[in-house]
């Protein structure tokens, strides 16, 4: 092995193409989550209300609970608490009682809401924008390797 150097410059570049093709991957099924709602949607704030659990048999999803404005009054304050399960209640991250999230409701019908994030975790677009990153990192670095090879 004349240039060791290669060889792990080659790994590090499959390591980042594929940490970039994965994440990429999630990255655009959270952000496909938004498609759920089917509306615009209005962004808010809320927090996991009950954890999912599982009592004998049955299996019930996670809720949130969030402010909004009355069913069919979309003009009016915010007002209203709502517990509900999100449309997609296999969230980007895991949501466990407590934890703050960044929520999209309907504004035609609040109890129609869907998860964008917890509050300490990237948003969709960001890391979305980090896994493309590193996906052309690790693509660059491997066509800059092989083109130092054949040198």
């Given at each position: 092995?004349?240039?060791?150097?290669?060889?792990?410059?080659?790994?590090?570049a499959?390591?980042?193409?594929?940490?970039?093709?994965?994440g990429t991957r999630?990255?655009?099924?959270?952000?496909?989550?938004?498609?759920?709602l089917?509306a615009?949607g209005i962004?808010?704030?809320g927090?996991?209300?009950n954890?999912?659990?599982?009592?004998?048999?049955?299996?019930?999803p996670?809720?949130i609970?969030?402010?909004a404005p009355p069913v069919g009054h979309?003009d009016?304050p915010?007002?209203?608490?709502y517990?509900?399960?999100p449309?997609?209640p296999e969230?980007?991250n895991?949501?466990?009682?407590?934890t703050?999230?960044?929520?999209?409701?309907?504004?035609t019908?609040?109890?129609r809401t869907?998860v964008i994030?917890?509050?300490k975790s990237?948003?969709?677009t960001?890391?979305l924008?980090?896994?493309?990153?590193?996906?052309?990192a690790g693509?660059?670095l491997?066509?800059?390797?092989?083109?130092?090879s054949?040198?």
């Amino acid at each position: 092995m004349h240039e060791p150097w290669l060889t792990v410059s080659l790994l590090f570049a499959a390591l980042w193409a594929l940490i970039g093709a994965h994440g990429t991957r999630a990255a655009l099924r959270a952000r496909r989550s938004l498609n759920l709602l089917g509306a615009p949607g209005i962004r808010t704030t809320g927090e996991v209300a009950n954890a999912a659990r599982r009592v004998g048999a049955s299996y019930h999803p996670p809720q949130i609970r969030y402010q909004a404005p009355p069913v069919g009054h979309p003009d009016a304050p915010p007002d209203r608490t709502y517990r509900q399960v999100p449309l997609n209640p296999e969230a980007p991250n895991a949501l466990h009682r407590g934890t703050p999230v960044i929520l999209h409701y309907d504004p035609t019908d609040p109890r129609r809401t869907v998860v964008i994030r917890t509050a300490k975790s990237y948003s969709p677009t960001t890391n979305l924008v980090w896994c493309v990153g590193f996906m052309a990192a690790g693509v660059g670095l491997g066509l800059g390797v092989g083109v130092c090879s054949l040198l």
